[in-house]
């Protein structure tokens, strides 16, 4: 996992949260691993698999959740429910318009409360966005590029292809062949570590090391794309690397600076991109009105 390692009970809810179908979102992290659980786990994996492509839409869903109820138990959900309520209409309107419009458990977004530049994306379409790079956003156009750029992550499945093979290798089979058996403590605690191994390649990507650099530039080419397919002008994207690039070198290495190639090498590369397209769509003050409206901070 990474360096801070979450205690026993915490780890126990995260993976409770991949076997069971029965909580929400909100409400992980109470309830206590079981011999039950273990195997409908064993029944939803069925047959061992050996990559990122053999998990089903219903397991990166639960996959998913357990690395966002990860995030949540490190920052806190920003208590603004018409601002969240906004950023949900936003990102669902743009991820409608992904490659991946329809997505087992839906599409959601949430605002975080922290001053912290940074947006993160969880396998299954959880996608998370702080209240410190919603601030440094302009316009309706910036924001949307922002979500669909993590839109993209998800789209392409970047969150699943951070997974160790020998890892996942090992939860499946682990999953196929012993589902059937009485389980032993040590045989729980074992599946717990995997599990947390497998939860841990994905937060850390997302938390810490970041994607590799080739996944941050599809993502950039996915925010274009869709964000031009949803009506909006893909140079929010733009104008968003450039508030960044301004930044760099004078901000501690935190959040986006930390986990996201340098701004300026993207920047290029959009901006080649985008002069490619033909009728761009305009900029209005319908889209500006109302990212003001919502966002008052």
Same mark, same amino acid.
């Given at each position: 996992? *990474?360096a801070?390692r979450v205690?026993?009970?915490?780890?126990?809810?995260?993976?409770?949260? =991949?076997?069971?179908?029965?909580?929400?979102?909100?409400?992980? #992290?109470?309830?206590?691993? !079981?011999?039950? %659980?273990i195997?409908? @786990?064993?029944?939803?994996? &069925?047959v061992? /698999?050996?990559?990122f492509?053999?998990?089903?839409?219903?397991?990166?869903? +639960?996959?998913?959740?357990?690395?966002?109820?990860?995030?949540?138990?490190?920052y806190?959900?920003?208590?603004?429910?018409?601002?969240?309520?906004?950023?949900?209409?936003?990102?669902?309107?743009?991820? @409608?318009?992904?490659?991946?419009?329809?997505?087992?458990?839906?599409?959601?977004?949430?605002?975080?409360n !922290?001053?912290?530049?940074n947006a993160?994306?969880a396998? #299954?379409? =959880?996608?998370f966005? !702080?209240?410190?790079?919603?601030?440094?956003?302009?316009d309706e156009?910036?924001l @949307?590029?922002?979500?669909?750029?993590?839109?993209?992550?998800?789209?392409?499945?970047?969150g699943?292809?951070?997974i160790?093979?020998?890892?996942?290798?090992?939860?499946?089979?682990?999953?196929?062949?012993?589902?059937?058996?009485?389980y032993?403590?040590?045989?729980?605690?074992?599946?717990?570590?995997?599990?947390?191994?497998?939860?841990?390649?994905?937060?850390?990507?997302?938390?810490? /090391? #970041?994607?590799?650099?080739?996944?941050?530039?599809?993502a950039?080419t996915?925010?274009?794309?869709?964000a031009?397919a *949803?009506? +909006? $002008?893909?140079g &929010?994207?733009?104008? =968003?690397l450039?508030?960044?690039?301004?930044?760099?070198?004078q !901000?501690?290495?935190?959040?986006? =600076?930390?986990? $996201?190639?340098? @701004?300026?090498?993207?920047?290029?590369?959009?901006e %080649?991109?985008?002069?490619?397209?033909?009728?761009?769509?305009?900029?209005?003050s319908?889209?500006? %009105?109302?990212?003001?409206? %919502?966002?008052? &901070?």
């Amino acid at each position: 996992m *990474t360096a801070r390692r979450v205690s026993a009970l915490a780890l126990a809810a995260l993976l409770f949260s =991949f076997l069971l179908t029965s909580c929400s979102l909100f409400e992980q #992290g109470r309830e206590l691993l !079981t011999e039950g %659980n273990i195997k409908k @786990a064993g029944q939803v994996a &069925g047959v061992v /698999r050996k990559t990122f492509a053999d998990i089903t839409e219903e397991e990166e869903y +639960y996959i998913g959740r357990s690395v966002a109820a990860l995030i949540l138990s490190r920052y806190k959900v920003y208590n603004d429910p018409a601002l969240n309520a906004y950023v949900n209409l936003l990102g669902n309107a743009v991820a @409608a318009y992904s490659d991946r419009p329809e997505i087992y458990g839906g599409w959601r977004f949430l605002v975080l409360n !922290t001053s912290e530049i940074n947006a993160l994306a969880a396998p #299954g379409g =959880f996608v998370f966005i !702080t209240r410190g790079l919603i601030r440094q956003c302009r316009d309706e156009e910036m924001l @949307a590029a922002v979500l669909a750029h993590e839109i993209g992550h998800v789209a392409a499945k970047h969150g699943l292809k951070s997974i160790k093979k020998a890892r996942l290798v090992e939860a499946f089979k682990m999953l196929g062949q012993e589902a059937a058996k009485k389980y032993t403590p040590q045989e729980l605690s074992r599946l717990t570590i995997v599990f947390e191994d497998v939860l841990g390649d994905i937060a850390g990507s997302l938390i810490e /090391r #970041g994607y590799d650099r080739k996944y941050e530039y599809e993502a950039d080419t996915l925010s274009v794309k869709y964000a031009l397919a *949803t009506g +909006y $002008h893909p140079g &929010g994207l733009s104008d =968003f690397l450039k508030s960044l690039a301004a930044q760099e070198g004078q !901000t501690q290495a935190a959040g986006w =600076f930390k986990t $996201h190639p340098a @701004a300026k090498d993207r920047l290029a590369r959009v901006e %080649n991109r985008i002069k490619r397209i033909r009728d761009l769509p305009v900029r209005d003050s319908i889209r500006l %009105n109302r990212f003001k409206r %919502n966002y008052k &901070g």
